[in-house]
């Protein structure tokens, strides 16, 4: 099997959590997208569990070279949010999906527990960024403050991506996060 074969699983994988969830998971399906035997996606993938844990761990990866390439393009703080929460909206934009790592955690209880801690790291990862872009424009909060505000922003933004996704209403996002950038929310 080549690596290739591998990363077509995952792309197929990856469409099909974000549209649906980890529990629509299907390896019949996915070998059926990618044009494979179901025991070839066994062969790379032998579990659930391990393909998205794959998922999630590349996804997660994925974020922290965008926050790191984020921080280095631009020092202007209202451009660093908009691209943080453009990445959310694009999600939205390809088929009306999810964070990946969003809607995993809409099913963490049944999640093993490989795919929790990838999804408790993305949420880190995530965290951890918004905690440095908010202490530089707010240096005298205190470490817990801005981790509950970063918590809040990246629940914010979940949410508003969640919102207009049920409502298939792109302009709804934007609408949720003008309001939370106008109060104040995102530093």
């Not at 990862?125 to 470490?143: D, G, H, I």
């Amino acid at each position: 099997m080549s690596t290739d074969t591998r990363a077509e699983i995952m792309l197929a994988a990856r469409a099909a959590v974000q549209s649906h969830g980890y529990n629509a998971l299907s390896f019949r399906e996915l070998a059926k997208e990618v044009g494979i035997k179901s025991a070839s996606v066994h062969y790379h993938f032998p579990t659930k569990g391990d393909l998205a844990a794959a998922l999630a761990s590349q996804y997660t990866d994925e974020a922290a070279a965008f926050f790191d390439a984020l921080r280095e393009s631009t020092q202007d703080h209202a451009q660093r949010m908009a691209a943080y929460t453009a990445v959310f909206r694009r999600a939205l934009e390809n088929d009306n999906r999810m964070c990946l790592c969003g809607i995993l955690a809409a099913e963490y209880d049944d999640l093993p527990a490989q795919v929790r801690g990838e999804v408790d790291r993305f949420i880190a990862v995530n965290t951890r960024w918004l905690v440095e872009v908010l202490a530089e424009r707010q240096p005298r909060l205190k470490a817990k403050a801005l981790e509950a505000q970063a918590l809040a922003v990246l629940a914010a933004i979940e949410g508003a991506q969640l919102m207009a996704r049920g409502r298939e209403d792109l302009k709804a996002f934007d609408q949720v996060i003008a309001a939370y950038t106008a109060a104040g929310l995102f530093g």
